[in-house]
């Protein structure tokens, strides 16, 4: 797809989803604005992508801090004239059990995933609401949002609200022109696909475990500014784990 003279932020850029997301605005023309609170690699991933010609920007930013998702896109806005698409990836989740979880470590699972997703669409939208296109808001959230396994609640609940916000948001934010969707992926592997055991695939309907490049589709989809009509929808991308039934034999 083309994403010429589009502005792109994507927070939890350096890594995992967020990386494959980044690379591929940046390789289909669009200007991707990286974030992440791991700066090392967040500069490393912007010095390989201006090496290949692409625009990229790198922006050290803790979404958790107001200040410092204010600071970003005022240089997304300024440095490229405004802004086209944001990209809610940043996200942490805490394995725990419910007895041992502190409140510490619940504020920062949802200060995270989900604070910072509102502080983030939030501020982008005052400038998006300012372009005749208006605008796209994509949420990462987690099939975790409708389906659990243990000592999984902070994170369960932070995906649940993403789901929630996206709604709300595309509600509020339709009039100027500002589309809001969400992505729950499922199964993603970010690491080494080869080293994944034959079960590991086959327990999916689609037979395979899924890849950074398959949610790139969905944000890429989403974001078309030729999908207008597409607003307020919540996109399961999980090779069709969530509609399986699983009993033991």
Known sequence: MNFNNQTVIITGASRGIGRGVAESY???GAHVILADVQEDEGRK????????????????CDVRKEEDVIRLVD???????GINIVINNAGVSRWKSPYDLTIEEWDDVLN??????????REAAKHMKKQE????????????????EPNSEAYAASKGALVALT????????PDRIRVNCISPG???TGAYDKLRQIDHEQHPSRRV???QDIVKACFYLTDPENSFVTGSHLVVDGGMTRKMIYEP
Do not use: C, Y
Request: no cysteine; net charge negative; charged share 15%.
């Open 26 to 28: 940046a390789e289909a």
């Open 45 to 60: 991933l912007e010095q390989k992508l201006k090496d290949q010609g692409r625009l990229a920007d790198f922006i050290p």
């Open 75 to 81: 240089f997304a806005a300024e440095s490229a004239g």
């Open 112 to 121: 995270t995933n989900v604070r910072s997703s509102f502080l983030l669409s």
């Open 133 to 148: 296109s208006g605008g796209s808001i994509v949420q990462i959230s987690s099939t975790r949002s409708v389906m659990s």
């Open 167 to 174: 709604h709300a948001l595309a509600i509020s934010l339709g």
């Open 187 to 189: 199964w993603i592997e």
């Open 210 to 212: 899924g890849v950074p």
